[in-house]
């Protein structure tokens, strides 16, 4: 049973470039929440979806940002028109059910704009 | 969300236990206790979560004080291995999300 799979790995684009994230949650899971950590700080959460719903997008910026959690296939973090400012690493994290299980993270990719 | 307060940094010995407090005073009932870890240039990784009782695995113990307002992280014997930052978090009920803090920088000396 592999892992959570997130690809790329790392990811550069110039500034107004679209980036596009994506998360393999491990099977079975439908569960599937996006976080970003900014060089030097914490995780902060981002989104919570569930397949084809999005439960919480509280931690998602207003503008530019959007995700998706389709019936097949794998999850996408899409960012329109990068800044500098989104370069960061984003975690994708998937579990079976909510609250009361374990959570599993990739590795992660980091976006660099250039 | 329920908050949690734990120490910025610690610092341990190689081959000695290493006890990670976190305090969560504001606990709901029904708000497990999570602890991960992450170390350096990878995702965080799971480690232990409870609810009421204390709870074992092959990575570590977790001690829950008997009104729940505090709970320990223990590592049995550290290793270099275990120099991550450790996130003690709640999550339960409503609140089905996992908001990390600042953790705990640990340090292991060899």
């Known amino acids: 049973n592999a892992g959570v799979m997130q690809n790329p790995r790392h990811l550069v684009r110039r500034r107004g470039q679209e980036a596009r994230l994506r998360c393999s949650p491990m099977?079975?899971?439908?569960?599937v929440y996006w976080y970003r950590q900014l060089p030097e700080e914490g995780l902060k959460f981002m989104v919570y979806l569930q397949k084809e719903n999005i439960i919480d997008e509280s931690g998602m910026p207003k503008e530019r940002f959007s995700a998706e959690f389709p019936k097949e296939g794998p999850s996408i973090l899409r960012i329109q028109q990068v800044v500098r400012g989104d370069s960061a690493a984003y975690f994708c994290a998937s579990c079976s059910r909510a609250s009361d299980t374990e959570a599993f993270f990739g590795q992660g990719t980091r976006l660099t704009v250039v | 969300d329920a908050k949690t307060t734990q120490p910025n940094s610690m610092e341990s010995n190689e081959e000695e236990p290493v006890h990670l407090p976190c305090n969560h005073s504001t606990i709901s009932g029904t708000d497990y206790i999570h602890w991960y870890r992450q170390l350096p240039s990878q995702g965080p990784e799971y480690v232990i979560h409870g609810l009421t009782s204390n709870v074992n695995n092959r990575m570590a113990s977790l001690a829950i004080a008997e009104d729940r307002k505090s709970s320990t992280l223990i590592l049995h014997r550290a290793t270099l291995r275990d120099a991550a930052v450790y996130y003690c978090?709640?999550?339960?009920?409503?609140?089905?999300?996992?908001?990390f803090g600042k953790g705990t920088l640990l340090t292991v000396n060899p």
């Open positions: 978090i709640l999550s339960g009920g409503s609140n089905y999300k996992l908001t």
């Open positions: 099977k079975g899971h439908s569960h």
